[in-house]
Structures are given as structure tokens and as C-alpha cells.
């Protein structure tokens, strides 16, 4: 079962953040064969993290919630939220399998927040410029919350036609690189 996990940073939690950085990419390295796609997300200036994404492969809900809330950084207050849903790939790759590599070209997270029918269970067009999409589901895997992608766009604004606007109460574009040790 595919999870997508979205740590949120709480404000002025930079310094602890960095304090804990090696803690976090140890604990993130057990996880190291079922990770999908990991990386932070920053603030509208590019240079600030705001948020930590992983997309990993486990047994059940209840391994996600222990993935997601484990983490040191969880632990030791530089989240403000998670969100954690299960989530499908629909382009059956990992990250690291994206043709256009961890380098070259800007990169973003879309979160579209459901609402109604399920939209946009496909990957779009541009597939060449997916790293990860797909469905954002409920623990069953049965209702459809939204969708998840990680993509290489020239800016927030292309980044957000990925999704169909009309068919989400909301859409969110995060500056995004890829995560991990180098």
C-alpha cells in the first residue's frame, strides 16, 4: 500500500529542523526500499523549508501512522501538521526512475483537495515532466480526497495546470526538490 506523507514545518522551526537533519535522514534510510519519492518543500522565497514530503510503499494504515509520526522531527515539535493519505502511482516509478533526473528545471508539489466525484485519476499529457502522480484516497483506498504530484515545471503557475481547477475546493503549489542523501 502506497502513502503519501506531507510534514508541514511550523513556524521559526528552522533551526531545530537542521539541529536534527542527520537524525531524520537515518531514520528515513530504513525506509530507503519502499520510498517512492521523498524531498522538502520551501516558502514562496525558495530558500526556506516549509515541509517534507514522502511517498512510501508499507503494509497498512497503521505502519503509515507509525512512519509519519515516529519521525524525529514529529517527535520533537518541527511539524505544525500531517497529512497523511494513501495514495496510488499511477506512473508505477520511483523518483529516482524520472527521466529527467534530480537536477534541471524547477520542481513543485501540486496537492489538489477533493471534493465530489474523483477528478484526475490519470496522468496528464506531460508525463515526460511527472516524477510522481496520483490519487489521494481514504484508509480503505476506496474514496477519492484528491491528488498528489510531484512535477518539473518553469513556475508554480504551469505547475497548477497539472490539475483541473474546477474539480477541487482547493489547489496548493509548493517549490519541491528531490530529498535524500546525494
Same mark, same amino acid.
Given at each position: ?6 510534514? *508541514?514545518d511550523r513556524p521559526d522551526s528552522l533551526a531545530l529542523r ?9 531514520? !528515513? ?11 522538502? $518543500?520551501? $516558502? /514562496? ?7 517534507? =514530503? ?8 497503521? #505502519? ?17 501538521? =500531517? !497529512?497523511?493519505?494513501?495514495? *496510488?502511482?499511477?506512473?508505477?516509478? &520511483? !523518483? ?18 477533493? $471534493?465530489?466525484?474523483?477528478? /484526475? ?10 516524477i510522481a502522480y496520483g490519487p489521494l484516497l481514504s484508509d480503505?483506498?476506496? &474514496?477519492?480526497?484528491?491528488?498528489? =504530484?510531484?512535477?518539473?515545471?518553469? /513556475? ?5 495546470? =497539472?490539475? &483541473?481547477?474546477?474539480?477541487? #475546493? ?10 535524500? *542523501?546525494?
Amino acid at each position: 500500500m502506497e502513502f503519501f506523507c506531507y510534514h *508541514r514545518d511550523r513556524p521559526d522551526s528552522l533551526a531545530l529542523r537542521e539541529e536534527l537533519l542527520e537524525e531524520h535522514w537515518s531514520y !528515513m534510510d530504513r525506509y530507503a526500499k519502499e520510498m517512492v519519492a521523498r524531498g522538502p $518543500t520551501f $516558502t /514562496d522565497d525558495g530558500d526556506t523549508p516549509s515541509g517534507s =514530503v514522502h511517498i512510501v510503499d508499507l503494509p497498512d494504515p497503521a #505502519a503509515a501512522r507509525a512512519f509519519a509520526f515516529d519521525e524525529p522531527g514529529y517527535q520533537a515539535g518541527v511539524y505544525r501538521d =500531517v !497529512m497523511l493519505r494513501r495514495w *496510488r502511482n499511477t506512473l508505477g516509478r &520511483t !523518483m529516482w526512475d524520472f527521466p529527467g533526473g534530480r537536477t534541471g528545471g524547477s520542481r513543485y508539489l501540486v496537492l489538489g483537495l477533493g $471534493t465530489g466525484r474523483a477528478a /484526475d485519476l490519470a496522468g496528464q499529457p506531460a508525463r515526460d515532466e511527472l516524477i510522481a502522480y496520483g490519487p489521494l484516497l481514504s484508509d480503505d483506498g476506496t &474514496t477519492w480526497l484528491g491528488t498528489a =504530484v510531484l512535477l518539473r515545471a518553469p /513556475d508554480p503557475e504551469t505547475a497548477r495546470t =497539472v490539475l &483541473t481547477p474546477e474539480r477541487y #475546493a482547493d489547489i496548493e503549489v509548493h517549490t519541491w526538490e528531490f530529498g535524500g *542523501r546525494r
